[in-house]
Every structure is written in C-alpha cells, then in structure tokens.
C-alpha cells in the first residue's frame, strides 16, 4: 500500500476530562480512534490503512498521568509515558521488573512520548497486516505468515489461531507478572481487568489483541505490593538494542524465603499473541534454591509444546536460555 504526504481529513477532539473523553468514543464508537502518544496511530492513518473519521486525544486529561502511591501498591496513569516509567524512584526501587520492561521499548525519543496504554494497547506487527493486505485479522481469510513462502521469523511459537502474529508490548509480560490490573472507564462505569486477561488470542477476537472494546478507554493500571521489593528478572532480545521490538523476552518476579523459591511469575512475551505464563516452570522451581542445578532441572521446559514455523525455531531455545538466566542472574 503507498504512503501518503498529507493526513487525511479528520475532526479532532481534545476533551480534558476522562468523562468528556468516554462520552465522545461512545458517541463516535467505530468512527473515533483515541490517541495518546500516537507513535501506533499515524502509521496506520498516513498509509491509510485505518480510516478513523475523527481523532480523540486524550493528552489533556491530567488526571490520566502520574505514578501514585495507593494503599495496596501503586496506580499508574495510563498516559504516563514510558520515560517517567523507567525513571521513576518508586518504580526502579520496588518493581524494578516493570522499569526495566519500560526502558526497553524503542528509542528514548519514542519513550518520551509514548505512553503506558499505547504500548500494551497496539496493535500487532506483522508486516502482512501492516501493509494492508486482506489476512485473516484484516477481515481476510487467509494468513499470509503461516503459508510455506510465508516470512515468519518474528511470529508465534503457541496458541495460534488462524493469525500468528505476536503482543509487541514490552511492558506486558511484566505486568502479567506483576499481577496488575487495568482500569477501564466506559459510559457504563468502571471495570478492571486482571493483566493476564487483558490480552486475547486469537481464538477469542481476531480483530482486536485486548478486551478493549468501542467506547472503552484504559484510564489506569494498578500493580499490587504483593511483589513489591520481589527479586526480578527481564531480559529482551531483539535484532537491536534500540527501535527493535522483541524476539523473545522474560519477566520475571520472585519470592526468596530460607534461601529457596517461595513463589515466582514467569512470562514471555514475543513467542504468541498474548503475554505466556510460564506456569509449569513456576510450578517447578517452587522450594528451589535460585541457581544453576535449579536452572538445569527445568531445561526445556518454557518451550515445551511450541509449535514452531519455518522461520521461528530459534525463539525455542532463546526461551529456554532466558529462563536459565533468570534463575542464574
């Protein structure tokens, strides 16, 4: 599909309230498209693969920014950009997991804009889709990805259906694992959602990678003290350090009592359409001490029962090794 020089034409509104802003994306429901930092959204309309009539920018509302203690844990204001994130002292001392997962994303000009809803929000990247080819998640009924000339490298190694493509979200994974909860404001009132149900598969919407729906606007995140101070891992690997989006990369949190593994949360993210929780690894390390014995008696076991394409059998053993580092770290 061809670029374009100029933007289309389209109303913009910029309400300054979260009520205002939910009153306008009911009203416009499919026509309006919210925008926070933007970085997903001008693609999409400059190549005129999405066609929005009007644009709601959200970055007035105030009261959707800043990092706030609560008294289980901390709130974050869904248009926090992703700098603030990583460099918050509240978040670097006690969830550390998560800042690392923020620094992560792209390019410090990209963190300085984009936003915490924008990144676990987007939508994802295959080239097919991207390009404005008619696949399955477009309305198609085919997956370009998943043919025997497909060019899938970057694709899903479970859970796939019909669509292959992956979550992009670098601060995802960590905040599945830091059981986080999404809060979601809609004409109807409010709603949280746990972080590991936030994201969908395929299976369940193939248009649409979280449950966000028309009308619904994500206002905040909620992390629970739970796994405040918790030892952490995370790691991304990328072609890139920089602008890249992930291969394979793991968040992880752990409880350390007497020595040994109290409690964990393992998630990976880049190796299907929604964050993966690695349970069977959790289930495994319980009561081990953090070290290499433990590390080798759950050798394989992260990439058990992936199914990989022609182009993706390394994501097998990346995850596999990040797990091994994340126990050895």
Known sequence: MPSYDNM????????????????????????????????????????????????I???????????????????????????????????????????????????????????????????????????GLQCYRAGGNLCYADTPEGQNREHALFNASRCV???????????????????????????????E???????????????????????????????????????KVADRNVWDFALVSLASVMRIEGGNIADSRMVCGAVECTPRRLTAVESAVRGMPRNKATADSVAGMASEGARPLNFNHFKMPLMDNLVERSLTA
């Open 8 to 55: 289309p034409e389209m109303e913009l509104y910029q309400p300054v309230q979260i009520q205002d802003a939910v009153s306008l994306a009911a009203r416009l429901a499919e026509r309006g498209w919210l925008v926070g930092g933007g970085q997903d959204t001008y693609g999409w309309i400059k190549d005129r693969a999405k066609r929005p009539e009007a644009l």
């Open 57 to 131: 920018d959200l970055t007035g509302i105030e009261s959707m920014r800043g990092i706030r203690e609560t008294a289980d844990g901390i709130e974050i204001g869904a248009l926090t950009t992703l700098t603030e994130i990583h460099s918050n002292d509240m978040i670097r001392s006690q969830y550390g997991v998560l800042a690392e997962a923020a620094e992560a994303v792209a390019s410090p000009q990209i963190r300085n804009v984009g936003t915490l809803a924008g990144n676990v929000s987007q939508d994802v990247r295959c080239w097919y889709y991207r390009r």
């Open 165 to 195: 493509a992956v979550t992009p979200s670098d601060t995802g994974p960590a905040l599945v694992a830091l059981e986080a909860t999404m809060v979601i404001n809609s004409e109807s009132g409010e709603r949280t959602v746990a972080a």
């Open 197 to 235: 149900d936030f994201f969908v598969g395929p299976d369940v919407d193939i248009e649409n990678p979280t449950v966000l729906r028309s009308g619904e606007i994500l206002t905040a995140v909620r992390i629970p003290a739970k796994w405040a101070n918790a030892d952490y891992f995370y790691e």
